[in-house]
């Protein structure tokens, strides 16, 4: 059974930080890329970051702005997210998803329709 289960989000003030951790399993990791997503109440779900199997590829939303890394260690089927500079405007639940080999050069975060496989999400609150 393939799974991805997100962990590390919780409530942080405005300009803190969070780590958050993508475990995958019941599939071949280095066979997928993988992206973060995140949706906001009320609003559509949008593309976060995603990094390429040999992680020399990676792609981030534009409201990134320098202030997410996205980083995978292979060896743990594990993918993380690290984001600094939180605003309250990042509060969202941040989903993990695995798409096809090359999907993050190819696709980038701009289409979560190519995802082959969803994580359950990890709540990210960032009060002001």
């Known amino acids: 059974e393939v799974q991805l289960v997100e962990s590390g989000g919780g409530l942080v003030q405005t300009g803190g930080s969070l780590r958050l951790s993508c475990a995958g399993s019941g599939f071949t990791f280095d066979d997928y890329d993988i992206a973060w997503f995140r949706q906001a109440p009320g609003k559509e779900r949008e593309g976060v970051s995603c990094i390429g199997f040999n992680q020399r590829t990676t792609e981030n939303a534009k409201f990134v702005k320098g202030r997410f890394i996205i980083t995978s260690d292979g060896a743990k089927n594990t993918v993380y997210l690290q984001m600094n500079n939180l605003r309250p405007d990042d509060t969202a639940a941040y989903y993990c998803?695995?798409?096809?080999?090359?999907?993050?050069?190819?696709?980038?975060?701009?289409?979560?329709?190519?995802?082959?496989?969803w994580g359950k999400g990890t709540l990210v609150t960032v009060s002001s």
């Open positions: 998803a695995a798409y096809e080999y090359g999907g993050c050069q190819k696709f980038g975060v701009r289409d979560d329709s190519v995802v082959d496989y």
